[in-house]
């Protein structure tokens, strides 16, 4: 929720008295953007956490020939994917790990404890840094909407690379989401309209020479009220080519690019499959999965 602006000690300076007897009586005005919650907001625009599930049960069977059970989802936010993985299959367990207190506990009440009983007992909400949390052997990690960009130079990202693949079984997959082309560049606002709110994707800043880059959500709503900045990301834009390249390094045996189609209209399908080219589309959205095999020599 936004931080108020409400005069503050305003209200016991000269005229305050005045402006509270002129108020008495009036009913005061309560905005959308006051009843609103941004994490719902959040995941009602941007995450398809079933979408997530689908997506990676099929790679994972098409990359190691087997049924993935276990789940590590790292930069988990409210931890809604970990919760719809347990959901999805009784043999299922997850461990969710984030480095915010607040939204794992928003996660707790509000996606945890909706769960089945027998469910709960399979999901595990971790508070640390995803490149030291103690989480166990898992099949698949997952680092989704850009969250691991927060690392802005190789060092940090190589470390946290080598983190997961130490936590992956031996036929392990990492899999993570990015996005690029031309239109990743521009400084720009790009609204979407979900009828009772509309979301605003602002690339605020871009800086060439380190490839920082300064995003912000807001939140804006048919009475004209707004959650201005409800979600703000400092990130390094990185590339398909150094994605790869770092998971190598970090000993990965091989990754792959799942490239989404099209339509009949020429519109994303929301299908995804591995390419060995893709497309000078100004604006993309791709999955790489990165398999644990062999530790090389």
Known sequence: MAARRDGGND????????????????KATVRMADLADPHELYEASVQSVNHEVEFLELAFAELTGRKALTLRE????????????????RRRTAVAVDIDPKVL?????????????????????????????????VDIAVAFNFSWWTFKTRGELLGYFRAVREALADDGVFVLDIYGGSDAYDEQEEETDFGLFTYVWDQHG??????????HIHFRFPDGSELPRAFS????????????ELLAE???????????????????????SIVQRGEADPAWIAYVAATKG???T
């Open 11 to 26: 209200a016991g300076k000269k005229g305050g008295k005045a402006k509270d007897r002129e108020a008495t009586g009036r």
């Open 74 to 89: 790292d930069f988990c936010g409210t931890g809604a994917a970990a919760c719809e993985w347990v959901r999805s299959d």
């Open 233 to 244: 990301y400092d990130w390094r834009l990185w590339t398909l080519p150094e994605l790869r």
């Open 105 to 137: 506990d928003w996660g707790r009440k509000h996606h945890v404890a909706k769960l089945k009983s027998k469910q709960r007992e399979r999901v595990r909400l971790v508070e640390g840094d995803v490149r030291t949390a103690a989480t166990g052997v």
């Open 250 to 272: 970090a000993g990965f045996a091989r990754s792959v690019v799942y490239w989404q189609g099209e339509d009949e209209d020429g519109e994303p399908s929301g299908d995804f």
């Open 294 to 296: 062999p530790v090389e």
């Open 206 to 215: 871009f800086d060439p020479v380190s490839a920082r880059y300064i995003c």
